[in-house]
């Protein structure tokens, strides 16, 4: 079965200092994974999406991430926090029940000045 | 630009009432799902179609039915609203090859501004 762990609720970074949220999943396959982000009373957007090409995907607003198979991580980065990331993150993996997407709990990002 | 819209940004509503909410999308998507956003549980599935007139259940249906009459528009139904539905609840769509399943892998799923409802 497929899941993914997000492994901090809550992280809180200055502005101008790297992002790192940190992502494992558990796929029986070679899955595809995705970040999502959620400004405050929004809908999800897509950051960025892994379907086995290259293992380090760059996404919109400067965010990255980089699958690795061997420590079954997809963290999402990014080299300097701008105010506008404040948001909640989530970690997302394909092949849920009948092939549907399965979210992590999110990671809320905090960005002070 | 894919658009998803939801009907309503806040609804408030007393236990008992039955409950209607809509999804519209306008990229001729196959695939439609709804989904309910709670704090510290990220999303749960509450339904998913992958043509009109088809639904599958998700994780968490209980207490809720849908509808797709029309590719664009899946509608979300509670019966008799409890003060536990009290939630986010957030559309999205996928475009997909007729016949595949709904949200497989690599399927990019759109989301609308989600519906913020209120149960008393």
């Known amino acids: 079965a497929q899941s993914v762990t997000q492994l901090d609720s809550h992280v809180s970074v200055s502005e101008g200092t790297p992002v790192l949220l940190r992502c494992n999943y558990s796929?029986?396959?070679?899955?595809?994974l995705f970040w999502y982000v959620q400004h405050p009373n929004k809908g999800l957007q897509l950051l960025l999406k892994?379907?086995?090409?290259?293992?380090l995907v760059k996404g919109i607003n400067g965010f990255e991430a980089e699958f690795k198979k061997s420590e079954t991580s997809f963290h999402l980065t990014k080299p300097s926090a701008h105010m506008s990331d404040a948001a909640e993150y989530f970690c997302?993996?394909?092949?849920?029940?009948?092939?549907?997407?399965?979210f992590g709990k999110g990671t809320k990002l905090s960005v002070k000045p | 630009d894919v658009k998803v819209t939801q009907s309503s940004r806040y609804l408030v509503k007393r236990t008992g009432e039955k409950v209607f909410l809509e999804c519209v999308q306008d990229?001729?998507?196959?695939?439609m799902f709804w989904y309910r956003q709670d704090p510290g549980l990220g999303l749960r599935l509450i339904y998913f179609?992958?043509?009109?007139?088809?639904?599958e259940k998700g994780d968490i249906p209980e207490g809720y039915s849908v509808s797709r009459e029309k590719k664009e528009r899946f509608s979300l139904i509670l019966e008799s609203a409890s003060t536990n539905q009290t939630s986010m609840y957030l559309c999205?769509?996928?475009?997909?090859?007729?016949?595949?399943?709904?949200?497989?892998?690599?399927?990019?799923?759109?989301f609308g501004p989600g519906t913020r409802l209120l149960v008393l």
């Open positions: 892994y379907t086995s090409a290259a293992t």
């Open positions: 796929s029986s396959y070679s899955p595809s």
């Open positions: 997302v993996v394909s092949g849920g029940s009948q092939g549907n997407l399965i």
């Open positions: 179609s992958y043509d009109v007139k088809m639904k």
């Open positions: 999205a769509s996928s475009l997909s090859v007729r016949g595949r399943l709904a949200g497989g892998p690599g399927e990019t799923q759109y």
């Open positions: 990229m001729d998507h196959e695939n």
